[in-house]
């Protein structure tokens, strides 16, 4: 019996590593899914847009990749728009078509890389809006017996860059369709101070605003398609407040944002810069020279390189200001 040739994984991830895969399926419909299952290996990684992933040199088992395509708008009240989209829309483009169609809501969340069935797993969020704050149910397929189900925001579980999918029901389910209410009763974000500077002055469409948040990320976040990367590659730590009054203290300028319950979130980037790794390399992979948060692989890297680099931002932002950091992104 001959082995399956290996799959090349690179151009399936955004940070670009060299990595390969035993097997890749691709599920374009519900209805296949009798016949997929019946030729998967374990263990099982489901495949989105590849945004926020750290694959090992060689993936064993089945790679699905989620091509689930659809989007419609399935109805509206007095207050709202219901717009459903398929896991396998990529999210950008998806945002784009809901603001032309006249239905705003989700502009804050342009140029996100990714896809629909991914955005709520990590629930994804910029620029003080949220995936939850316009969520309003998920279909999900129980990868066990291929039965679905419906997610409602509690169920979901969601919190900053965290949701059930990625705690107790991690590799259970497989998100086929995302259903977004979308308020009729619109109000600009403008919260963040870089859209609110941009925008004085003038008014802020749906559209204007998108096109704000799209020219902000791409002055300071670098585009997977030139230089590889997974977005912020750390959460922001929360700290408690005494902690943060201690840090305050000994360090000016730090970045600081106090959290409804009492908790206050620290910015990852600041820490990482003045650790003294913006635009510091290890090897192939390095933290960005525009935004320190993000890790890039200038080419070649694997995921031993992504662990090294991780482990050494850790480690002397750990030193200096006694904050663990937290790696973002998935690893297979
Ligand atoms: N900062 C630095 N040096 C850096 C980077 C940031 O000093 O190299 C400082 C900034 O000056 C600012 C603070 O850190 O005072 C926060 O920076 P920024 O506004 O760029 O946002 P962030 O906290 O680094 C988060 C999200 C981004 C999201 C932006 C805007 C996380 C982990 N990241 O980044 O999300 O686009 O806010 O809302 O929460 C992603 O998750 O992939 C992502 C890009």
């Not at 090349?8 to 990595?19: S, Y």
């Not at 003038?202 to 590889?228: C, F, M, N, Y």
Request: hydrophobic share 45%; proline share 7%.
């Amino acid at each position: 019996m001959s082995l399956p040739a290996p799959v090349d994984l690179a151009p399936l991830h955004t940070l670009g590593l060299r990595a390969s895969a035993d097997r890749l399926l691709t599920l374009t419909s519900i209805e296949q899914w009798p016949g997929i299952h019946a030729q998967l290996t374990f263990p099982l990684h489901i495949l989105g847009g590849g945004s926020n992933l750290v694959p090992s040199e060689r993936v064993a088992g089945t790679v699905l990749k989620v091509e689930l395509k659809g989007r419609q708008l399935l109805g509206e009240d007095e207050y709202a728009w219901y717009v459903a989209a398929a896991a396998g829309e990529n999210w950008h483009d998806f945002v784009q078509w809901t603001l032309a169609q006249g239905w705003p809501g989700l502009e804050n969340l342009s140029l996100i890389p990714g896809t629909v069935g991914a955005a709520p797993i990590q629930n994804i969020g910029a620029y003080g809006v949220e995936l939850k704050d316009r969520f309003h149910a998920l279909s999900a397929m129980n990868l066990a017996d291929g039965h679905s189900c419906i997610f409602t925001p509690e169920q979901c579980s969601f919190a900053y860059r965290d949701s059930v999918f990625k705690q107790g029901e991690v590799d259970r389910w497989l998100i086929t369709e995302v259903l977004f209410r979308l308020p009729k009763a619109w109000q600009p974000m403008l919260d963040y101070g870089d859209l609110r500077q941009q925008l004085a002055g003038q008014t802020p469409t749906p559209q204007v605003v998108a096109e704000a948040v799209i020219r902000t990320r791409q002055s300071k976040l670098p585009d997977p398609a030139q230089l590889g990367n997974a977005g912020s590659f750390f959460h922001n730590p929360r700290v408690d407040a005494a902690q943060a009054d201690a840090l305050r203290a000994r360090f000016a300028g730090l970045p600081c944002y106090p959290q409804p319950d009492g908790t206050v979130k620290l910015a990852a980037g600041w820490l990482i810069e003045q650790a003294g790794w913006k635009g510091r390399s290890l090897g192939p992979v390095g933290m960005y020279e525009k935004q320190a948060l993000v890790l890039v692989n200038h080419g070649g890297a694997t995921a031993s390189d992504v662990a090294a680099l991780m482990a050494a931002v850790k480690a002397d932002v750990l030193a200096r200001f006694g904050v663990a950091l937290q790696a973002e992104p998935q690893w297979w």
